[in-house]
């Protein structure tokens, strides 16, 4: 019988997880199909409940249900520190988080290892705090630059390394200079407001990887300013990506086609 698998949210109707995960299923001629599911905050439980009655095997979560989740499952470790969910294995009832992974998975796929790198990370919210904690887990050096500076002490602090740090905007550009990695998980550059960027390229360098997490536009203007640096790229496909590859991985215990999924993603983004 044909598996069921699914994203809930709200709302849900521009996901591109139902395009990529689609990809990979039809790709490895697996007898799966994957649906989005405009689910009202009210009524989470009952869909959690009641996807798994209904034999649903996986879902993705996502905004504005990733923290709200947390009391239906059994949450893995690294999940409960970021204090959000975004995949469920309804097998087990048990809820993980991949959104960190999906971004350590792209950097490594661009051939950048986070283990004793120094990374900035621009932003403090839900995002920051998944990749924060991933990173800090794989040996990262980590400054959160945030705008409103209290946040990013208090998910440095929350994260309780030596090797984490929360400063405001203002120490960015001293930060940048020494660093190897550039993360923006801020929603600065993000359509519509695509003219924004939290740095300009001459305070980047060549030996600096800059990751935009920002996927629409594909190219940011942070990316474009990265590129005219010398610096190497990696946009937010590639973490949408390897998340979504992430949480395949849990539901059906096989690697799936990367090129194949991230190939869907950027020609649904295109046809937008
Ligand atoms: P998410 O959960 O998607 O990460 P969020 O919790 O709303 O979203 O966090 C958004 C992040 O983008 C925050 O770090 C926010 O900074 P503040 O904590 O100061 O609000 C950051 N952000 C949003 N707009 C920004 C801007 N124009 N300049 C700098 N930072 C910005």
């Given amino acids: 019988m044909k598996k069921v698998y699914g994203v809930i949210g709200d ?29 009202k905050a009210e009524a989470l439980k009952e869909a959690v409940l009641g996807a798994k009655s209904l034999g649903i095997d996986g879902l993705n979560i996502t905004i504005p249900h990733k923290e709200n ?22 097998r087990t009832n048990t809820g993980y988080n991949t959104d960190g992974l999906g971004a350590k ?17 621009v932003g403090a919210g839900g995002a920051a705090k998944a990749i924060a904690f991933q ?11 945030n705008r409103t500076r209290s946040r990013a002490i208090d998910l440095a602090n929350s994260i309780d390394s030596p090797k984490v740090t929360g400063v405001g905007l203002n120490e960015l550009n001293s930060n940048v200079k020494d660093a190897d990695i550039l993360i923006n998980s801020t929603s600065v550059g993000m359509y519509p407001n695509v003219d924004g960027s939290i740095l300009t390229s001459d ?13 629409n536009p594909i190219e940011t203007k942070m990316l474009r300013a990265a590129k005219r640096s010398g610096a190497k790229t990696i946009d937010g496909v590639m973490m949408l990506v390897h998340q979504g590859a992430e949480s395949f991985k849990i539901w059906t215990g096989k690697k799936p086609p990367i090129d194949v999924m991230e190939k869907a993603v950027r020609g649904a983004l295109q046809n937008r």
């Fill in 11 to 39: 709302p849900i109707e521009h996901s591109l997880s139902p395009v990529m995960q689609n990809a990979a299923f039809d790709k490895m001629k697996m007898d799966c199909i994957y649906l989005a599911f405009n689910v």
């Fill in 69 to 90: 989740v947390i009391p239906f499952l059994d949450v893995d470790p690294l999940a409960k520190k970021i204090g959000a969910v975004n995949t469920i294995d309804l």
């Fill in 105 to 121: 998975k792209a950097l490594e796929a661009h051939d950048v290892d986070v283990g004793g790198k120094n990374v900035v990370l």
């Fill in 135 to 145: 990173l800090a887990a794989d040996g990262a050096h980590i400054t959160i630059v």
């Fill in 203 to 215: 305070r980047m360098h060549p030996d600096l990887t800059v990751f935009d997490i920002v996927y």
